[in-house]
Structure formats: structure tokens, C-alpha cells
């Protein structure tokens, strides 16, 4: 009995947290709505890709180069910087993982 207690708060927990990164990655991706387009299929200022549906690992790659890296000129590079700079690994992440399931 004890055992079936522990798996079922042990499966809420884990559910919980899945749901969690879901609306919080939701949540963070609001202030990228402005450029990408609340479905992510904006090309921002015209220039950047089609974000919805790309793979969340290439995503992932696109924002720790924007977070890490240093842009001096103004340009759309120093905007997405600007925009993650404060942002943590997990944030990114969530927001990574929140896109890569928006329809293409």
C-alpha cells in the first residue's frame, strides 16, 4: 500500500513538473511573440527563419549563441541577445522545448 502511495505521488510529481515546463515555456515564449508571432511562424524583422517546429535541440543551440555571445552593433543578433541575456538554462530550455511543438 505504502509502495502504490509513493509510485502515485512519485507520477503526480513528475506529471506535475512535465506540465509545469509546458505553460512556463508557454509563458517565457509570450515576449518572443512580438517578432516571431504567437505561433512562432513570424519571420522576425523579416530576416530570421520560421521558429514553429524546428527541432528543440537546434533551438537550443540558437539561444545559448545568443546568451553567450557579445554583439556590439545593433542588429537583429543584439535584439535576441538583449531578449535572453537574463534568461536562464532552464528558461531557454522550456522555451526551446515550447517551440519545437508549434506547428510548422
Same mark, same amino acid.
Given at each position: 500500500?505504502?509502495?502504490?502511495?509513493?509510485?502515485?505521488?512519485?507520477?503526480?510529481?513528475?506529471?506535475? &513538473?512535465?506540465?509545469?515546463?509546458?505553460?512556463?515555456?508557454?509563458?517565457?515564449?509570450?515576449?518572443?511573440?512580438?517578432? %516571431?508571432?504567437?505561433?512562432?511562424?513570424?519571420?522576425?524583422?523579416?530576416?530570421?527563419?520560421?521558429?514553429?517546429?524546428?527541432?528543440?535541440?537546434?533551438?537550443?543551440? &540558437?539561444?545559448?549563441?545568443?546568451?553567450?555571445?557579445?554583439?556590439?552593433? %545593433? &542588429?537583429?543578433?543584439?535584439?535576441?541577445?538583449?531578449?535572453?541575456?537574463?534568461?536562464?538554462?532552464?528558461?531557454?530550455?522550456?522555451?526551446?522545448?515550447?517551440? &519545437?511543438?508549434?506547428?510548422?
Amino acid at each position: 500500500m505504502a509502495r502504490n502511495i509513493k509510485n502515485s505521488l512519485l507520477t503526480i510529481l513528475l506529471l506535475s &513538473s512535465f506540465l509545469y515546463a509546458q505553460n512556463n515555456g508557454e509563458s517565457l515564449f509570450k515576449q518572443c511573440a512580438g517578432c %516571431h508571432g504567437a505561433d512562432g511562424r513570424n519571420k522576425a524583422f523579416g530576416k530570421s527563419g520560421i521558429i514553429a517546429g524546428q527541432s528543440a535541440v537546434e533551438l537550443m543551440e &540558437s539561444l545559448k549563441f545568443y546568451k553567450e555571445s557579445e554583439f556590439k552593433t %545593433h &542588429s537583429t543578433t543584439l535584439v535576441m541577445s538583449k531578449q535572453v541575456k537574463n534568461m536562464n538554462m532552464e528558461d531557454l530550455n522550456e522555451i526551446a522545448n515550447y517551440v &519545437s511543438k508549434l506547428q510548422k
